[in-house]
């Protein structure tokens, strides 16, 4: 390529079109102007990424993901996101074939600061054309990233450029406006995130980020089913469920922001416990203080950014998850029947003949923490993560902010379950005249992603 060939056209950004470079034909001169497309592909979160040049800010957390490195080029920010097919691991003991950016579903997280001029180079590595919205930018027209109304599809094997200045701080997304119903169920999808150009504006400790999805992928699958409307199996944050989300480490009376971005087909009850918080954020900027009020649940519709802010004054492992109760589960089946009140223990003997790992379920209720289930390979439980005091009889759409008076301020490990003060812990009640039983203490720290399951033999 010439160098000319290499520079960005203004007139035709002004224009609002946006540059097509061959990505299976880029010579080398050509390749070496593109911003690296940096990779990732671990499913833990990843440190906080410090900015090595441009304006100051104070770096989010994207829980279980990571923010996108840039260069700088005469100015402009330049990212490169590669479109593309990826293996994510939904938690330990399943993995989904799912399309996202740079390794990963969701993509990677972009961080720029109000005023900022960007440059983002996408890079199209799936089997049809694609393209990228900028959920709840302010940009020319030719930027916004709708296929057949402001731009062509980007074909397969082809490098668009989209440019434009962050011109209003707050949090946004992005994600495909081409072949929609099925890149959006597959995974494609990421956060964006304008920081202030004054560091101290709306300054927290912590600022954790991480998007709502969903999916319906069949037990012993690993492809998600892309027509599904409403009775998804899978409910997710940032494409992993509990126990497979990390904890939300923070310091005891630090002032915590929690980003939530809802990419599924629903709203989510967003609760936290153990503290009140208001929503200082939204898709449209940040809220004026005077319309704030104390709540802790925040209802995030379909499309919708929140924001919420709390200090965390109150120590101890603070259950943060949606409110819908199905969506605390994984592998959900909507074909049960309940079983309540049926006794059926004749009924299994006879079935055991037959199936020698059947097992009754549900005559006393749906509680299924501690039962061993066989399952396919490559399927979740219910539930089945590992707490302090047994099985914690959650999945999906849930993690644990752990408040800790010790912890350093930029540590984000996970510091393990909390350790209750003596006489802290619900116990059982043995009368007026009997001494009151000792509550068990919490087990040691064991593997947060413990997870019970029985893998059915293979038939030969």
């Known amino acids: 390529m010439t160098d000319a060939a290499n520079k960005l056209s203004r007139r035709a950004f002004l224009q609002g079109s946006a540059l097509a470079v061959g990505a299976t034909a880029v010579t080398r001169i050509g390749a070496a102007s593109l911003p690296e497309a940096a990779v990732q592909t671990s499913a833990?979160?990843?440190?906080?990424?410090?900015?090595?040049?441009?304006?100051?800010?104070?770096?989010?957390?994207?829980?279980?993901?990571?923010?996108?490195?840039?260069?700088?080029?005469?100015?402009?920010?330049?990212?490169?996101?590669?479109?593309?097919?990826?293996?994510?691991?939904?938690?330990?003991?399943?993995?989904?074939?799912?399309?996202?950016?740079?390794?990963?579903?969701?993509?990677?997280?972009?961080?720029?600061?109000?005023?900022?001029?960007?440059?983002?180079?996408v890079t199209n590595k799936l089997p049809e054309h694609t393209s990228v919205h900028w959920h709840g930018q302010r940009l020319p027209n030719g930027m916004d990233g709708v296929t057949g109304l402001t731009q062509p599809g980007i074909p397969p094997g082809k490098t668009f450029v989209y440019e434009f200045t962050a011109r209003r701080a707050g949090t946004f997304m992005y994600h495909p406006h081409a072949?929609?119903?099925?890149?959006?169920?597959?995974?494609?999808?990421?956060?964006?995130?304008t920081?202030?150009?004054?560091?101290?504006?709306?300054?927290?400790?912590?600022?954790?980020?991480?998007?709502?999805?969903?999916?319906?992928?069949?037990?012993?699958?690993?492809?998600?089913?892309?027509?599904?409307?409403?009775?998804?199996?899978?409910?997710?944050?940032?494409?992993?469920?509990?126990?497979?989300?990390?904890?939300?480490?923070?310091?005891?009376?630090?002032?915590?922001?929690?980003?939530?971005?809802?990419?599924?087909?629903?709203?989510?009850?967003?609760?936290?416990?153990?503290?009140?918080?208001?929503?200082?954020?939204t898709d449209g900027g940040w809220t004026p203080p005077a319309s704030?009020?104390?709540?802790?649940?925040?209802?995030?519709?379909?499309?919708?950014?929140?924001?919420?802010?709390?200090?965390?004054?109150?120590?101890?492992?603070?259950?943060?998850?949606?409110h819908k109760s199905h969506h605390t589960m994984n592998a959900?089946?909507?074909?049960?029947?309940?079983?309540?009140?049926?006794?059926?223990?004749?009924?299994?003997?006879?079935?055991?003949?037959?199936?020698?790992?059947?097992?009754?379920?549900?005559?006393?209720?749906?509680?299924?923490?501690?039962?061993?289930?066989?399952?396919?390979?490559?399927?979740?439980?219910?539930m089945g993560g590992a707490g302090p005091y047994g099985s914690l009889e959650m999945g999906g759409m849930f993690s644990v902010v752990k408040v800790r008076k010790n912890l350093a301020r930029n540590d984000y490990r996970d510091p393990g379950w909390y350790q209750a003060p003596p006489g802290t812990v619900a116990y059982e009640w043995r009368g007026a005249d009997q001494p009151a039983a000792a509550a068990p203490g919490p087990k040691n720290q064991a593997d947060d992603n413990t997870v019970n399951v029985i893998r059915r033999p293979h038939q030969h």
């Not at 410090?50 to 990212?79: A, D, I, Q």
């Not at 097919?85 to 074939?97: D, T």
């Not at 009924?347 to 790992?357: G, Q, S």
């Open 179 to 193: 072949d929609e119903m099925v890149q959006m169920a597959m995974g494609m999808m990421g956060f964006w995130i």
């Open 332 to 382: 959900m089946g909507h074909g049960v029947p309940t079983m309540i009140g049926v006794e059926q223990t004749d009924l299994a003997r006879k079935i055991n003949r037959l199936i020698p790992d059947y097992m009754v379920m549900g005559d006393k209720g749906g509680s299924m923490g501690d039962m061993e289930m066989p399952l396919p390979d490559n399927t979740l439980p219910m």
């Open 195 to 281: 920081h202030p150009k004054d560091p101290n504006f709306m300054r927290v400790d912590r600022d954790f980020v991480f998007l709502l999805n969903a999916y319906d992928i069949e037990p012993g699958a690993a492809t998600p089913k892309v027509n599904t409307m409403l009775d998804f199996n899978l409910w997710t944050w940032n494409s992993r469920a509990f126990p497979g989300i990390d904890a939300l480490p923070v310091r005891q009376n630090d002032r915590v922001r929690i980003r939530v971005g809802n990419l599924t087909m629903t709203n989510h009850p967003i609760h936290l416990h153990g503290h009140e918080f208001v929503v200082t954020g």
């Open 292 to 322: 704030r009020w104390p709540e802790v649940s925040a209802d995030i519709a379909v499309g919708q950014m929140r924001a919420i802010e709390f200090d965390a004054t109150e120590e101890g492992d603070w259950a943060l998850h949606c």
């Open 44 to 121: 833990a979160t990843q440190a906080p990424l410090t900015p090595p040049n441009g304006r100051p800010y104070h770096p989010v957390v994207t829980l279980n993901g990571w923010s996108l490195p840039w260069r700088m080029n005469n100015g402009v920010k330049e990212f490169h996101l590669v479109a593309e097919p990826v293996v994510r691991e939904i938690a330990p003991g399943m993995k989904a074939n799912l399309w996202g950016y740079n390794g990963q579903s969701p993509g990677p997280t972009i961080e720029v600061v109000e005023g900022d001029r960007v440059r983002i180079f």
